[in-house]
């Protein structure tokens, strides 16, 4: 099969890991990116690093048919969504994408975008992201040899089980799309990977974040000791367990738990509200703790958990999330940073983030453009991306550069 070299050399500016990435595939078609407006930033970043990878490479086999098309200035594709006055809309594909190897990214949770309805300014929700993804897989009319959905926040993912009787939006969801042709669909921090059985004969990944996180930690603040007797890992509730684990388990450290005590009695705003955080694990005093969860929404529960470390003497306080959705504003942050109560919040630009929230002191953004690149690049190619996957090598590295600074 034919292989494509990669240049090494200073001229590289994929770095090193690229150099051993050696695709010996042909593509699986011509490779075209669908961005939905509510992605399109974040598309931009993806599409700048795969047309400046595919420039620099090397393959005697560039000029044949099976890479016709593999360079070229974007792989955007064009298209729009149209609405009506009555705000109905429907789904434009500008170009071709016959034979085409098709990612559609879209955002369900970027409530920035407008659009008029009966004269009125109604701000998208994600039922409103979601047609429009089935709106553009629907005008791709099934020409393109395979479709691949990128929906980092999986639409309804927090309703993955029935509990009464009640819907399963979710499963409904995964389903749908891939009755409608959808080949493989890629998510970030799935709240519960479990909602894959609803579709177990197509392709599903579940991808985390924790590579990007260590690394955007370990750049921002300088005086961390990273063993367990001076760090630990917290899960703000038994949920978060598995990404809690892994965490700890690559960086050596130990790990705590807090479980939530509800009233089960009581429905508010949908859940049942949390009476205490009860906390399960070793002594905190004097450490400095790595909060992880899936998701920010309102916050309440990440500061409760903060607030309750700090009362144990924990000494800084560094959330961990993938989607910083902030529904309540910012203002219970501020607050708490004022406080002392948290020193960095980490979370991903996988989800619309406000002009506001990128200028908090506190905050520290996660750039996912250059993985999510890897990741279409690799599958482009039908090669494996399971060392995409599991990030344990890299987070070594960053935490050994790291370590060799402080010496």
Not at 62 to 77: H, M, P, V
Not at 254 to 262: E, L
Request: charge should be neutral.
């Amino acid at each position: 099969m034919p292989a494509i070299h990669l240049m090494k050399g200073k001229d590289n500016p994929m770095g090193n890991r690229e150099e051993k990435r050696n695709l010996e595939t042909i593509p699986a078609g011509a490779l075209g990116i669908i961005a939905l407006e509510s992605c399109r930033p974040l598309c931009e970043k993806i599409d700048s690093y795969l047309v400046k990878w595919r420039t620099k490479r090397e393959s005697e086999h560039k000029e044949s048919l099976a890479f016709s098309g593999y360079q070229r200035d974007s792989y955007l594709l064009q298209t729009k969504i149209p609405r009506f006055g009555s705000g109905e809309g429907k789904g434009m594909i500008l170009e071709s994408v016959r034979g085409h190897d098709l990612y559609i990214l879209v955002d369900v949770c970027n409530y920035s975008l407008t659009y008029s309805l009966c004269g009125h300014e109604n701000h998208m929700s994600p039922d409103d992201h979601y047609q429009d993804l089935k709106r553009i897989i629907a005008a791709v009319g099934g020409k393109a040899r395979r479709i691949t959905v990128i929906m980092p926040f999986l639409y309804e993912s927090r309703q993955h089980k029935r509990t009464n009787r009640e819907s399963l939006d979710c499963a409904l969801a995964l389903q749908e799309l891939v009755q409608m042709g959808v080949d493989n669909i890629i998510t970030f921090d799935a709240h519960d990977p479990r909602v894959q059985n609803a579709i177990p004969l197509h392709g599903f990944e579940t991808v985390q974040p924790a590579h990007q996180f260590v690394k955007g930690l370990l750049r921002n603040v300088q005086d961390l000791k990273l063993d367990s007797d001076h760090m630990m890992v917290i899960s703000p509730d038994e949920g978060g367990m598995t990404r809690a684990i892994y965490i700890a388990n690559v960086l050596g450290l130990d790990m705590g738990m807090f479980y939530k005590r509800r009233d089960y009695t009581k429905i508010v705003n949908g859940r049942n509200p949390i009476i205490a955080h009860e906390f399960l694990g070793t002594s905190v005093e004097g450490k400095d703790m790595i909060i992880i969860d899936d998701m920010i929404s309102s916050g309440d529960s990440m500061l409760e958990v903060a607030a309750a470390l700090k009362g144990r003497r924990a000494r800084k306080i560094f959330i961990f999330a993938t989607f910083g959705l902030f529904t309540a504003g910012l203002a219970k942050f501020d607050e708490a940073y004022e406080k002392g109560l948290i020193d960095r919040v980490l979370t991903t630009n996988l989800v619309y983030q406000t002009p506001e929230l990128l200028h908090r002191e506190w905050y520290v953004n996660c750039d996912m453009s250059k993985y999510i690149a890897y990741i279409i690049d690799t599958l482009n190619h039908d090669s494996s991306i399971s060392d995409l996957l599991n990030p344990s090598e890299r987070i070594q590295n960053v935490v050994a550069k790291y370590r060799n600074r402080l010496l």
